[in-house]
């Protein structure tokens, strides 16, 4: 199996369909064989009933249940850890990450041997100004204290090594700490642009003030543990 392709979910009943079948049309032409692993986070939509749906369409499909709403971090890990492929790519769920960048990072990431992170960066956003300024504001702190030199920790996709990111220590917010995590155990990162799309359906499940309280909390933490 080429990779396993993570997608965390809540709440995403109007968007999981689309993306998925996006990602399937956008990769058929391609010789890669791959997973979709779904977590749901215990949505109180019709996210599961959509996934079940799925699953009938594409034998590749997995579902993944949380038995309570966990998190984004929460929810990736254990995707990965079910997850049969090294080569794991995240995406999010809300089908703002266009699936057509899966075969450029991948191809990336198995360009060089000594790369074990891609990370997207999303040059032109589709998201509430306040969100904008709010993002450039935390990476510009993120990049100071932890100097990772990714202008983007949270784009939701990703290439990355499937061992490395389990022997890190695991904590609430860690998915968007990556590249700090990764580089700190002397792996090597880059970053390459990738298509940001507006959200058609839904809102985000993530404030921005209590985003960026637990941003500040989570510098510290990753500090502490890579000191």
Not at 8 to 17: A, D, F, G, R, S
Request: net charge positive; charged share 25%.
């Amino acid at each position: 199996m080429n990779f396993s392709i993570v997608i965390p979910v809540y709440n995403e009943e109007k968007n999981i369909t689309n993306l998925v079948n996006e990602i399937v049309f956008k990769n058929s032409n391609y010789n890669f064989i791959y997973e979709i692993i779904i977590v749901n986070d215990s949505s109180i939509d019709k996210t599961k009933e959509q996934i079940l749906k799925l699953k009938k369409k594409y034998k590749n499909l997995v579902l993944i249940e949380n038995n309570s709403n966990l998190g984004q971090s929460y929810s990736v890990r254990n995707g990965i850890k079910n997850s049969k492929s090294n080569t794991i790519i995240t995406l999010d769920g809300d089908g703002q990450n266009n699936p057509g960048d899966i075969k450029k990072m991948y191809d990336k990431y198995m360009e060089f041997s000594e790369i074990f992170l891609v990370g997207g960066i999303r040059k032109k956003r589709h998201d509430s100004k306040i969100k904008i300024i709010s993002s450039k504001i935390a990476n510009s702190i993120r990049n100071f204290f932890l100097k990772d030199g990714c202008p983007d920790s949270g784009c939701g996709i990703k290439v990355f090594d499937k061992e490395i990111f389990l022997s890190l220590v695991f904590f609430d917010g860690m998915h968007r700490f990556l590249p700090a995590l990764f580089i700190k155990k002397g792996k090597k990162c880059i970053y390459i642009n990738v298509d940001h799309r507006p959200r058609k359906f839904g809102k985000s499940n993530y404030g921005t003030a209590k985003r960026a309280i637990s941003g500040l909390l989570n510098i510290i933490k990753v500090l502490y543990l890579t000191k």
